[in-house]
């Protein structure tokens, strides 16, 4: 585990109850929906850094299969309770998977990742998806890279992102769009957020 991991981690164990307190019951199904519409019913979503469990806990409701991972030991122990299945606690780069899943969901989790390691991330998300897979992701919008508040950001605008983009295994936008922070008071913070279908 790289330093930048580990102080990352370390802030979400040590405030997983304020952290799940803003976020676990924040109405999201607004963009829930918009990756779910590329999803066949019932199919294999990984909620990959899932915090404290909330989207996985959708996408189950609705009727889909999901494997949740997280890196902080307390939001893993969070989620499972939030979501009712077994979280694995699991950095990033430990992905292996090969055409395992219908849809990879990356909300607001690898923004964590050092701009110089987003390739490998990215390679190892496209060969964990099944061909035509679906994959969303979001990221603070903005060109800043660092720690901010005790956590490592990478933020994208639309052509970082677009620049980006052509440096990975091949993936489609299919829609990217900027909105507003969803918790109470922070509407002013603009996210980019992106659905890309593998191949």
């Known amino acids: 585990m790289t330093n930048t991991e580990q102080t990352t981690i370390e802030y979400y164990n040590q405030r997983s109850e ?3 307190s803003t976020t676990v019951d924040l109405e999201f199904s607004d963009i829930q929906d918009r990756f779910l519409k590329y999803l066949p019913e019932g199919s294999l979503i990984l909620d990959y850094g899932c915090g404290a469990g909330r989207d996985s806990r959708y996408f189950i409701q609705k009727g889909y ?5 997280d890196g902080s030991a307390e939001m893993v122990r969070i989620a499972s309770k939030t979501a009712g299945i077994p979280v694995k606690q699991m950095l990033f780069g430990d992905l292996e998977e090969t055409e395992k899943y219908d849809g990879i969901w990356a909300c607001a989790s690898i923004l964590h990742v050092p701009f110089a390691q987003m390739a490998d991330i990215y390679v190892r998300m496209h060969r964990a998806l099944k061909e035509n897979g679906i994959l969303y992701v979001s990221y603070k919008y903005g060109d800043f890279e660092g720690l901010r508040n005790s956590r490592y950001f990478t933020d994208f ?3 970082k992102f677009a ?3 052509k440096t990975v295994p ?3 936008v299919l829609e990217q769009w900027v909105s507003g922070d969803a918790r109470p008071g922070r509407s002013e913070e603009k996210w ?3 659905i890309l279908r593998k191949g």
């Open 18 to 20: 304020q952290f799940t």
């Open 65 to 69: 299969s999901v494997e949740a991972i």
């Open 157 to 159: 605008t639309e052509e």
């Open 163 to 165: 620049a980006f983009l």
């Open 170 to 172: 091949a993936l489609t």
């Open 192 to 194: 980019l957020n992106v």
